[in-house]
């Protein structure tokens, strides 16, 4: 499915004649014990699939790349990975994250005027390797007016020139932002004597314009500039180091003094509490599971804990032990929030910060203000239709909240056993009325999806892009908060047995002439050198091959006629090395790897 994805903006972007950046991306390994599957690029312009694009170091200096072509005026998110799994990705320094306490993916923007780019840094940090990165923000929400040249920096990284650096607020939140890298030794005084670095914000770009005068200040020298003392190699400029919010203008601290807010959250519907006691984590503080532990000095079962926070929105969970979804001894899970407390798309909860102290009390995994008796446990009976679909040798499985521990680690494998393609399970369960779940096609406690097994996203595509299934629309799921959706059930407390769906929908399988059968799919030889020839099933109704690159670039296309078994392609056009064939007809889609000598 995330090749799909790749495959469908490839698409777009040919048929509405987008403009395209050559953009290559350069990651410096010279630090780094490099793994034996390669150094591998993800992000959102190929799927988020950590095995798909593979980087390489062509001169052995250390530095693997990559080029590609991606549409212009657009940002796009992404991390390197050391290897080919999620459990080897980078950790992204603040400075370079998206945001500072939220997502921290890497992220590149491109202009519709640009036509080359490239990205160069060190793994696991915000430039080159040995060189220092700040994020500077300044915070202009008090100032009556922003000068129509914008707002600069000057200091003594780049000349003190007034109207060199500028800097940019482009989600209109007041904070601005620049990023500036520079070698430490780089920064001398008149003396000779390295110097940390200075400087000092202006409101346009001239010295004549409105500029800091911070003499007296802690974060100032004597001349009132900033002076901002290195303590690693990638730094952002904070106001507040509890809240990490950006100063003020003309001032060390930040414009607007935290609220305090309570949170309280009602655990005693919860069977069990976790030894590693109740926590909050949210956008306020990085969604660190274990950083805010919440407290129950009364034993009434109602944890509670006191947090400053900067007026503004926020979105945060209460986790049943330390740390996400009940890994690692002793914990439980985290909530997954539905209901009118919960942030648009995703199952975060939301909340308005203003200038007066909040109490914030709910039932955990609720939006109720005091908790309501759970259901009784009783049999829920889950049942999945994988008739249309090519099952994995390793079965078909079930993940979700109601299993412990939950989701992936708690995954139950199910059975068909009068063979007539719909697996079930039969589970007893407490707690909770509301059941979150999805099925997976393969074993989804070992591997990568989308590898080594294919979990259910709630959403599908035709081969032109056009939505077919959308869990939250068709009524049988909600946001899961990564782009996806989760199926939901409220279970009354009696035994049930669902009805039988089709695998990635709400309804049960229908078959239709334009529903494409495709018992077989095959490239030989592969590898191949200039003829390739591809053997399909016959009766195929509107069916298109497609070929892209292994970053998702459409490099051939052909329309199928009904009834053609055998396509031959001649590929002299194509240089050496890996590729997808994509097979797409009515709602299914079939894909092979092949690789060209």
Known sequence: MKNFYALMLA??????GISQVSVTFQVDMNNESVSADGIHIAGSFQGWDPTLTMMSDDDMDGVYELTIDLPADSTYEFKFINGMTWDFVEDVPPTCQVEI????????T????????????????????????????????????????????AGNFQGWDPGASPMSDPDGDSVWESWVSFYPDSLVDTSGEIEPPIFKFING??????????????CADDFGNRVLELTSENMVLVGDESTLAAPCFNSCGTCVSPTQVTFRVDMTTQEIVSANGVHIAGSFQGWSPAANPMTDDDGDGIWEATIGIVPGDIQFKFINGNDWSGNGDGNVDNELIIGDCAAAGSDNRALTVGSEEIVYEVCYNSCDVGCVENPNPADVTFRVDMSAEDVSASGVWIIGNFTSPNWQSGALQMTDVNMDGVFEITSNISGSATILYKFTNGDPTTGDNGVDFLEETGILLDSEGNELTNFEADGCGLPNGFGAYNRFHER?????ILDAVCFNKCTTCVVSVDDVEVDSFNAYPNPFDEILTLDIAPDIFGTILVITDLSGRVVLEENIVA?????????G????????AHLFGGESSRAIMILKH
């Open 110 to 153: 491109l202009g519709d005027d640009e036509t080359e780019a490239t990205y160069h840094v060190c793994y696991g940090s915000c430039a080159a390797c040995g060189m220092t990165t700040i994020r500077l923000r300044i915070d202009m929400s008090v100032e009556s007016a922003i000068s129509p040249n914008g707002v600069h920096v």
């Open 563 to 571: 009834g053609v078994e055998r396509i031959v392609l001649n590929t």
């Open 205 to 218: 770009n001239s010295w004549s314009n409105p500029n800091e005068a911070l003499a007296g200040e802690l």
């Open 11 to 16: 698409l777009l972007v040919n048929a509405f």
């Open 101 to 108: 306490a939220g997502n921290d993916n890497r992220f590149l």
């Open 573 to 580: 056009h194509l240089r050496a090395g890996g590729y997808m």
């Open 492 to 496: 009354s407390g009696e035994s049930e």
